[in-house]
Structure formats: C-alpha cells, structure tokens
C-alpha cells in the first residue's frame, strides 16, 4: 500500500486521540522543559505560538513563562488562513475548537521564531497538519521566513515525502520521545 498524505494524517490524529491520560500529562511537562531549554539559545523576541486544542501539544506553561521577555503572538483566523495577533487574556473558543485572543489593527511585521503543532511529520521535515492549510497560506504571506519550531506530542514521522512543496518546513521537531529531529 502506498503511503499518502491523507492516510499518514489519519493514522497520526488516531495515535495523538489514543494515548491515555497519564501519558498525556508526562509528555506535557518534557515537551514544555524542552522547547523552553531551545529557546535559551535563540535570538528573537517576536514569537508566534499557538493555544492548544484537547490532544495537541501542550504549550501553556511555556507561554506563561515565554511572555515575561517576548513579544507573543497567536494565530486569529480570517478565511482561510490566518493573522497573528498580540496574546491576550481572555481567549475566546472559535471555529474548530480553537482559542484566539480578540482581533487586532496592529501590523506585525517580523517573527523571529514560529512554535508550530504538527499531526506528523515527512522526510524533508514539512509539516503534515488538521488538513485546512492555513500555516501553510500564513507562512506563504511572509517576506522572511522565521525559525520554525514543530511540535508534537509523540512522534509521527515518516522518511517517505509525503508533503506538496508548499507545505511548511521546519528547522526542528520537538516530541515527548527522546528524539530532537533538525
């Protein structure tokens, strides 16, 4: 059988629902301990992050901790793609489930760095997501790429290309697993 796209994304969405409770909640506080350990080294204070649905990654303790010396930012949908917008509380559910702050007027010109959720991941390190394309329109948008992280709870990856060339590529993958992929 041959691996496609589709498949390769429904067979990592059913690990990522599948893992229990106790696992979860493990692979939350390395991956939390690990992205904050890369951002020592990186220059940059304009950062878009992203606010986890239920089996994502979860970030939030390294945006609380992120937002004390950064400028961040989260994605606000606008048809079918998205703009970024400054993090502020309160967040509101909106479509598909996911938390934006309020919309904003202000123009972000530059990020530096992008956290970035993946379902999985191919063998040019593109990012396979939810199946909408809206990173991959946003980062299309942009005049300079910024360093971009992937994260993901358990790894999911294939040395298979999979992705279309317009698919977000990133710099280094971040799991639960013992495995940093660059």
């Known amino acids: 059988m041959i691996l496609t796209k589709s498949s390769f994304r429904k067979k990592c969405i059913d690990g990522m629902k599948n893992r229990s409770k106790n696992s979860f909640i493990y ?39 992120l937002r004390k010396k950064n400028n961040i930012f989260i994605p606000f949908m606008e048809n079918e793609s998205f703009k970024i917008v400054p993090f502020r509380l309160p967040l509101q559910k909106k479509k598909f489930d996911i938390y934006e702050a309020g919309n904003s007027l202000r123009k972000i010109k530059k990020i530096d760095i992008a956290i970035v959720p993946v379902v999985g ?40 290309i999979v992705c279309d060339h317009y698919d977000v590529k990133g710099d280094l993958l971040i799991t639960a697993d013992n495995r940093h992929i660059k």
Request: with cysteine; proline share 4%; glycine share 8%.
């Open 27 to 65: 692979d939350q506080n390395i991956i939390n301990k690990k992205l904050l350990k890369e951002l020592q080294g990186v220059k940059g204070k304009n950062i878009l992050l992203y606010y986890p649905i239920d089996f994502e990654a979860d970030i939030k303790k390294s945006i609380v901790k």
């Open 121 to 160: 991941v191919d063998g040019n390190l593109q990012r396979i997501g939810f199946g909408k394309g809206m990173y991959d329109r946003f980062f299309a948008k942009l005049k300079k790429r910024p360093y971009t992280i992937f994260i993901q709870p358990r790894i999911c990856f294939t040395k298979e």
